[in-house]
């Protein structure tokens, strides 16, 4: 079984920054991906960036691209996503997750197996 556990969410103003963390454990395969969705209320979940365990290729939403930058520490096991030039419209839950094959469509919820609990961020204008 595999472990998310998200971090770093909070209130920030129009034009910060936010780093979020997700520290993953259990038992995980190589060659899987690793990815950011978000979720705002009434909304559908929506991809927001993924990567491969091993690096590239890196991949965005075109409303995050510029402004976030997803990467990882392969020692402390965690995923990252850094978040600069918040916007009000990018306020959601933020979830990681993985893929566990790496070769499904990246861009659907439905492409991953596990799931953090998700995190809060809240962007004031």
């Not at 259990?26 to 993924?50: C, D, H, L, T």
């Not at 916007?87 to 659907?108: F, H, M, N, Q």
């Amino acid at each position: 079984q595999v472990q998310l556990v998200e971090s770093g969410g909070g209130l920030v103003q129009a034009g910060g920054s936010l780093r979020l963390a997700c520290a993953a454990s259990g038992r995980i395969f190589s060659n899987y991906a690793m990815g950011w969705f978000r979720q705002a209320p009434g909304k559908e979940r929506e991809f927001v960036a993924r990567m491969m365990w091993n690096g590239g290729p890196f991949n965005y939403a075109d409303s995050v691209k510029g402004r976030f930058t997803i990467s990882r520490d392969n020692a402390k096991n965690t995923l990252y996503l850094q978040m600069n030039s918040l916007k009000p419209e990018d306020t959601a839950v933020y979830y990681c997750a993985i893929d566990g094959s790496g070769l499904r469509s990246y861009w659907r919820s439905d492409s991953y197996d596990y799931w953090g609990q998700g995190t809060q961020v809240t962007v004031s204008s």
